[in-house]
T-cell receptor
Framework: NAGVTQTPKFQVLKTGQSMTLQCAQD?????MSWYRQDPGMGLRLIHY???????DQGEVPNGYNVSRSTTEDFPLRLLSAAPSQTSVYFC?????????????FGSGTRLTVV | DAKTTQPNSMESNEEEPVHLPCNHS???????IHWYRQLPSQGPEYVIH???SNVNNRMASLAIAEDRKSSTLILHRATLRDAAVYYC??????????????FGQGTELSVKP
């Protein structure tokens, strides 16, 4: 049981480049989400999905796109990378988005935009 | 969104109990209290959650005040591996945010041998 798998673990991009951060879970979780963590600011929600084919914006969605074609995968796309997107990105999943379940987080992708 | 207040840092000795406090005076009746921890260079890890009653699991215990305005995460015997940032979180009941986790600054716990 792998849990939540994020790839790559590290990435350096040039300003204006695009890329996709991958997130996959093997727990048949319906709910998946993306957070970013910046020093001194805690984790902030970017996008989330309550099931395949359904996505919605979180607190800081600008500059990011998501899609959810399968239950297992929830990729995060950076359309045109900017230095302000330098951060650590975490993917999380849960059985549901009910308050009575905990979330499982991936180990993160550390992204640097130069 | 209901907010939580935690001390910035705490110290503990190895093999001693640790009580990590959290204040949430504006908690609503349907907010669950969740605790996560984040070890260095890792993603957050779920620890425990509860609504009104005290809860125990293999990792920790959660003691919730009768008025629910505060709670305490209890690590019964701290180990060096418990050194982490501990986050007390109220599950957002707002429908338009899909049950997001609102992370504050957390408490950085250091454990001395």
């Amino acid at each position: 049981n792998a849990g939540v798998t994020q790839t790559p673990k590290f990435q350096v991009l040039k300003t204006g480049q695009s890329m996709t951060l991958q997130c996959a879970q093997d727990m048949n979780h319906e709910y998946m989400s993306w957070y970013r963590q910046d020093p001194g600011m805690g984790l902030r929600l970017i996008h989330y999905s309550v099931g395949a084919g359904i996505t919605d914006q979180g607190e800081v969605p600008n500059g990011y796109n998501v899609s959810r074609s399968t239950t297992e995968d929830f990729p995060l796309r950076l359309l045109s990378a900017a230095p302000s997107q330098t951060s650590v990105y975490f993917c999380a999943s849960s059985y549901t988005n009910s308050f009575n379940y905990g979330y499982t987080f991936g180990s993160g992708t550390r992204l640097t935009v130069v | 969104d209901a907010k939580t207040t935690q001390p910035n840092s705490m110290e503990s000795n190895e093999e001693e109990p640790v009580h990590l406090p959290c204040n949430h005076s504006t908690i609503s009746g349907t907010d669950y209290i969740h605790w996560y921890r984040q070890l260095p260079s890792q993603g957050p890890e779920y620890v425990i959650h509860g609504l009104t009653s005290n809860v125990n699991n293999r990792m920790a215990s959660l003691a919730i005040a009768e008025d629910r305005k505060s709670s305490t995460l209890i690590l019964h015997r701290a180990t060096l591996r418990d050194a982490a940032v501990y986050y007390c979180i109220l599950r957002d009941s707002g429908h338009n945010q899909g049950g997001k986790l609102i992370f504050g600054q957390g408490t950085e716990l250091s454990v001395k041998p």
